[in-house]
């Protein structure tokens, strides 16, 4: 798989924490009703970024763990949740290879939200297996819809970011590069059996202000890559898209299990 290096997500956390899209609701309680989540067991979030899932699911296990290899993204969860303050949470910068070396903790869940695409995803599978509660499982949540005709005024902003940012794909410190095989094809030829479900559609409304604030949350579209350009950037966005009013986007969600 390719290597991003250290800055994948560098200067992204405050960002991802106030702008990225929140989960809709029924992907809490379709977590709760498959894994039997009664506040007993541990849970872990893998590639949490600044935690705002991990928080909602800590309610629902004795002990929640969220990672993330970004230490940005650990400081921000960390200042998260010492304002909301439920549930124990234990969050760690790393690796899933460097935390399971001194923790031995068994899951019930564990989730991965639109992360696993950045993983070696047949290791962390394996690796992951035997720390799974028979009848639990690994979760992951993404609502990555390639065949989806993009909204007008999102191919409009889309030829902005590529004539501000590049033709390119960056990410960290070399370009993106999408996995060839499905995450269903990786699950099935692991030691884990396959299941999928798929939420209700749902939109997500957004502001100019938002839009930007996620584009600067992805590997991508770092802040950092415009250089000086932030600002007329950023007035090209919002002259281009202010007259598309309302910018709504409709998305579906789907829940890839790794069941043991």
């Known amino acids: 798989m390719p290597t991003y290096g250290k800055n994948l997500f560098k200067g992204a956390a405050g960002y991802y924490a106030a702008y990225r899209p929140v989960y809709p609701s029924t992907l809490i309680r379709t977590l709760i009703d498959e894994f039997s989540l009664d506040g ?26 969220g990672i993330d290899t970004e230490p940005e993204m650990i400081q921000e ?7 909301i303050r439920n549930g124990q949470v234990e969050w760690f910068a790393g690796t899933w290879a460097e935390y399971k070396m001194t923790n031995p903790h068994r899951f019930k869940l564990v989730t991965i939200a639109k992360a696993f695409h950045w993983m070696d995803r047949d290791s962390i599978l394996e690796h992951l297996y035997d720390r ?25 902003l889309d030829a902005i970011i590529r004539k501000w940012y590049g033709q390119e794909r960056r990410a960290g410190d070399s370009t993106y590069t999408h996995p060839v095989e499905r995450h269903e094809t990786i699950i099935r030829r692991s030691r884990f059996t396959y299941e999928e479900i798929t939420l209700p559609p749902y939109m997500i409304h957004w502001t ?3 839009i930007l604030g996620n584009l600067y949350s992805t590997s991508y579209g770092a802040k950092r890559f415009l250089g000086d350009n932030i600002i007329p950037f950023e007035q090209e966005v919002k002259l281009a898209l202010e007259g598309f009013a309302p910018l709504t986007e409709p998305t579906t969600l789907s829940i890839k299990i790794a069941r043991k």
């Open 77 to 83: 969860a960390k200042r998260i949740h010492s304002m």
């Open 40 to 65: 007993e067991g541990n849970i872990l979030d893998l590639g949490c970024g600044p935690g705002t899932m991990t928080v909602r699911l800590a309610d629902w296990a004795e002990k929640t763990v």
């Open 208 to 210: 100019i202000e938002s």
């Open 132 to 156: 799974v509660e028979a009848g639990g499982g690994i979760a992951i949540i993404d609502n990555y819809e390639p065949e989806r005709k993009r909204e007008r005024w999102q191919e409009v």
